[in-house]
Structure formats: structure tokens, C-alpha cells
């Protein structure tokens, strides 16, 4: 993970190919985003806006055991929307620091809710990953102060 970029990246499949501005973060450190891979683009949404109403909500779910929001700990490894007729749809990889997490069952849900809440979605699904595992080299700099790790 490249930790001093810190752009958010949309793709698509239809070679429409932008960054957008940096997501609205609480302090200066530099995280890498995850993908927001954009599935027939329609030019009647405002993307920019989306993907910082989706960090921002991502931003609020916060680790239990740790100070540090999941978006800035590296937990989330993408985010892709889908267009429909009727609006827009996330599905959003992430992770946990470990397997054995005791909030494995109630973190996706939180995120999930948080998201479609804050980015007007019409559906948000949260898929748990585990491959890559996680390391502490995709927190960000100030996640890696906050837990002592610097």
C-alpha cells in the first residue's frame, strides 16, 4: 500500500477514468482509498459526492478495541457501485485486524446501515474478506500514532 496517495480512484469498465477530490478526512494523514469501480456511469450522478458521503459514514463505524475508525485502520478494500433505473448500489469489501475479531458478526452490519443511511443508496451489501490479510502497513499515519505504533 502506497501510503501517500491519497486520492480516491474511480474506475469503470466503460474507460471512464477520473480522480476525485481527497475524501473528507479528521486530520492530514495520507490513506490510500479503496476502488470505487463504477458499473455503466451515469452522468446525472454526482460521483464526487457519493464517494465522500460513503467514506465519511465509514468513517464513523469505529474498531472497539482500537481508537481508529475502520476506513483509516485499512480495513475497507473496495467499494464498487452499481447504476440501476432506480438509483445506485454498494457492495463494499472489507476486512478485520484479525479472524478471531469478537465483532465479526457486527461490524458489515453497521457499516452497511451507515452507508445506505448517509449516500442515499437503494441497497448496500458488505462482504467480509479475509485475503490479503490484513497488516498493519494499510493503517494510516495518524491510526498508526493513535495506537501507539509510531
Known amino acids: 500500500m502506497n501510503p501517500s496517495n491519497n486520492r480516491l480512484n474511480v474506475l ?3 474507460d471512464f477514468v477520473r480522480d476525485i477530490r481527497d475524501a473528507p478526512r479528521e486530520d492530514s494523514s495520507f490513506v490510500e482509498s479503496p476502488l470505487l469501480v463504477l ?4 452522468r446525472d450522478i454526482n460521483y464526487d ?8 459514514a465509514i468513517r464513523t463505524v469505529f474498531d ?13 478494500y473496495g467499494i464498487e457501485l452499481k447504476s440501476l433505473d432506480s438509483g445506485l448500489t454498494a ?34 451489501t458488505v462482504e467480509l ?11 494510516s499515519e495518524a491510526a498508526l500514532l493513535e495506537c501507539g505504533l509510531l
Open 12 to 14: 469503470s469498465n466503460h
Open 39 to 42: 458499473d455503466e456511469p451515469r
Open 49 to 56: 459526492d457519493i464517494g465522500e458521503k460513503i467514506i465519511a
Open 64 to 76: 472497539p478495541e482500537l481508537p481508529v475508525n475502520l476506513f483509516d485502520l485499512g480495513l475497507i
Open 91 to 124: 457492495h463494499i469489501k472489507m476486512t478485520l485486524t484479525s479472524p478471531g475479531c469478537p465483532v465479526a458478526g457486527t461490524l458489515p452490519g453497521e457499516v452497511q446501515r451507515k452507508v445506505q443511511a448517509a449516500a442515499g443508496l437503494i441497497s448496500t
Open 129 to 139: 474478506v479475509w485475503q490479503p490479510a490484513w497488516s498493519k502497513s494499510r493503517m
